[in-house]
Every structure is written in structure tokens, then in C-alpha cells.
């Protein structure tokens, strides 16, 4: 079964847009008087940023009405056959891109990043070093699979390039991630699945605040989360191509299993987003 393999064939090419993008985050306490209302941010949501978008013509700033980016309108689910496709594309009120490390830090992110986990596996996975995973467990779990080495972050795509780990695995792919947008994938399998038997998969879009590489430690906030399963329409006893399936979507973070949330926080997940994330004044200004 594998729960990671990278599709080659996903056209991820974007051209720039002509219009520049900034985007700035200050903190309430040090709004100061170049703001044209002074109203403070409403408190940020796992799926919802308060946005202002700002036109400057002939030296003179004005303010559009408070717009709303909502994380689950920029991420497209795709189900085809074996495959899922999750894509985030951020766009501001206008419908021009934003790049993603220019939203990341004006949410005090150093980047965005994919975390899954199996919520359900009825015959179970072992880890690299062949201790049988106990669900909920992280897909990939640290060190990989057996037959599939990862490295040690909780992310479900690489961000080292680690021994036995392959590039089509990693982060900095081209066909995982650019400017605009980023990608989570999978085809996954398991022949073992029996009618009426599913694998079933927690996937998040995720907020990086902290990655510490020497200790394999990160912190991270959920954004946006969907569940999908795995399916055999055709038990076998080789290996047959599954069907994908969308469980949930737009799922707060509060609603999932004690058990999920405890692995979750253990490998990083940061408690405080689930109630609500630091005030800020998030601008983007349109030059």
C-alpha cells in the first residue's frame, strides 16, 4: 500500500501576474495612525483571515470594504479513480494570485505545508523499523514505511533530502509546489481491503510557525481539513486499483476524535488555533 506516490503528469506551471501583491501583518498594539480607521482585527478562525484590500492612486490611500479569505475557498479536492488531488491556490478579493510565502508571513508562517494522518485502517501499515502503527498514525510516518523511507518531520512531504528518500517526495518539487500554489496528492492501495472495509485519511493544510531541522520538531497551525477514504471496488488478493472518495470537508478542528487530536498536538499541532490566532491587521495592497 502506499499512501505517497506523486503523480508526474500534474501541470503546476503558473505564470506570474502583471499586478504586484504585498501583504503586511502588524500587530494591534502597533497600528499606528497611517491607518485610515484604526479598527481593530476580529479574532482569526482556523478558516477565515479578515483582509483589507488598499488602492493608492496619486499618493492617496484608500480603503476597500473588509473582505474576508476564507482557506477552504482557495483549495480545490480533486477524486479520480485511485488518485486525490488537493490544491491551495490563494487568491486576494480581486481574483489575483498571492504568492505563498508573502501570505504565510503576513500570518506569521514561515511557510504552508500539507499533515495527514489514517484515522482508519483495518489491517494496519508497519513503520520503517517494523512496529506495526497504531492508528491514528501520521502518513508517512517518521522515518517512512517499510517499503518507503521519509524523514523525520511530521509533514507529509519531505523537507530533507534524507537516505532512501525520493525527490518526488519532497517539498521543494516543482510539481508540489511554486509561487502560487501548493499540492497534496496521493494513490494510495491495499489489495487486503475487503467489500465494505475502507482506509480512511485526515488531511490538513497547514500553517508552519516553527521547524527546527537539528531536532526534527515543528509547530504548526490547522487551516483547513478534509477526510476522504480508500475503497476496493474489486477485492483481490494482488494488487488492484482502489477508489478514492471525499468523507468530509470543512471540518473544524474541534470535531475530531480525542485520539486524533492527541497525535495531532504531539506532533506539533499548536493548541492555540483552535480557539483563535494572535489579532492582526492583515493588508494587501495593490500598487
Not at 490544491?87 to 503576513?106: H, T, Y
Not at 518539487?173 to 485526515?202: A, C, M, T, W
Not at 526534527?216 to 477526510?227: G, S
Amino acid at each position: 500500500m502506499s499512501f505517497k506516490k506523486l503523480a508526474m503528469g500534474i501541470t503546476t506551471g503558473i505564470a506570474p501576474i502583471a499586478t504586484s501583491i504585498s501583504i503586511e501583518a502588524t500587530p494591534i498594539k502597533s497600528i499606528t495612525t497611517n491607518l485610515v480607521d484604526k479598527k481593530e482585527c476580529s479574532a482569526l478562525t482556523p478558516t477565515k483571515v479578515e483582509a483589507r484590500i488598499i488602492r493608492r492612486e496619486n499618493n492617496k490611500t484608500t480603503y476597500d470594504p473588509v473582505t474576508t479569505f476564507k482557506f477552504q475557498e482557495a483549495i480545490k479536492l480533486e477524486f479520480i479513480g485511485q488518485r486525490v488531488i488537493a490544491k491551495f491556490a490563494p487568491q486576494n478579493s480581486l481574483g489575483e494570485k498571492i504568492k505563498l510565502d508573502e501570505l504565510a508571513s503576513a500570518l506569521g508562517y514561515e511557510h504552508f505545508n500539507w499533515v495527514n494522518y489514517v484515522k482508519q485502517d483495518p489491517h494496519g501499515m508497519r513503520d520503517r523499523s517494523g512496529k506495526l502503527l497504531s492508528i491514528p498514525y501520521n502518513d508517512p510516518p517518521k522515518g517512512g514505511y517499510l517499503y518507503e523511507a521519509a524523514d523525520e518531520l511530521p509533514f507529509y512531504w519531505d523537507m530533507v533530502e534524507c537516505e532512501g528518500c525520493r525527490f518526488r517526495h519532497n517539498y521543494q518539487h516543482p510539481k508540489v509546489s511554486n509561487d502560487f500554489h501548493l499540492v497534496f496528492e496521493d494513490v494510495p492501495s491495499d489489495y487486503r481491503l475487503k467489500s465494505g472495509e475502507s482506509i480512511e485519511f485526515v488531511t490538513h493544510l497547514v500553517g508552519v510557525k516553527s521547524l527546527n531541522f537539528q531536532t526534527n520538531k515543528a509547530e504548526w497551525d490547522v487551516l483547513y481539513t478534509f477526510r476522504w477514504k480508500l475503497t476496493n471496488p474489486v477485492p483481490s488478493t494482488v494488487p488492484s486499483k482502489g477508489i478514492v472518495s471525499l468523507v468530509d470537508k470543512d471540518i473544524q478542528t474541534a470535531s475530531l476524535s480525542p485520539l486524533l487530536l492527541a497525535q495531532m498536538q504531539a506532533d506539533g499541532k499548536l493548541t492555540t488555533q483552535a480557539i483563535a490566532m494572535a489579532e492582526c491587521q492583515l493588508s494587501m495592497t495593490v500598487n
